[in-house]
């Protein structure tokens, strides 16, 4: 896998496209497996996408009793194998990002899983692929790096600071995301 994901959560308009896509994608069972949030509903109609942050050391995978929940050696954190999933349900409970979710009448837990199908091959994900706004993108990492430089320099003249201490220093390098 060459490409990576790349989020810029100011540039969704909402259309909810990505969790369409999602649906259709191979093995999801007709369920979308990434959101669209509200940024703060009661003050705005900002939206945002929310998928699998892929993060470097995976909460999720990390507190499985029975060790379901795989990662690729690309980096990329599965869905739980059904034949292992015991739907003790603390992945849903351990992510930082609330993305896995338990399907009480399937009795297993999904998520995103950058259609790993696809990824594999560099083909973009679902969700990536119909964006209408380019919030999600699937991108080669120089092209990542590129609008990394461009946005820290529009965050300086901006006079924009970087947040620490936050559930973002999860996320591996592979994986961009960005918002104001």
């Not at 308009?13 to 649906?23: F, K, L």
Request: charged share 30%; aromatic share 12%; net charge negative.
């Amino acid at each position: 896998m060459n490409k990576i994901m790349y989020l810029e959560f100011e540039r969704c308009i909402g259309c909810r496209a990505c969790q369409a896509a999602c649906r259709e994608c191979g093995d999801h069972d007709a369920k979308e497996r990434n959101y669209v949030e509200y940024v703060d509903f009661m003050e705005s109609r900002q939206t945002y996408p929310m998928l699998c942050m892929q993060c470097k050391e995976p909460a999720c995978a990390r507190v499985c009793p029975a060790n379901a929940i795989q990662i690729t050696e690309e980096g990329v954190v599965l869905s739980a194998m059904e034949e292992k999933c015991i739907g003790c349900r603390n992945c849903t409970f351990g992510c930082p990002f609330g993305i896995p979710k338990f399907d009480f009448e399937e009795n297993k837990m999904y998520k995103c899983d950058m259609c790993y199908d696809r990824t594999k091959y560099d083909i973009a994900p679902m969700c990536a692929s119909v964006c209408p706004s380019e919030a999600i993108r699937f991108i080669d990492f120089d092209e990542m790096q590129a609008l990394r430089r461009r946005r820290t320099q529009m965050n300086l003249v901006e006079g924009k600071k970087p947040k620490e201490g936050n559930k973002w220093e999860y996320v591996p390098e592979f994986f961009g995301v960005y918002s104001d």
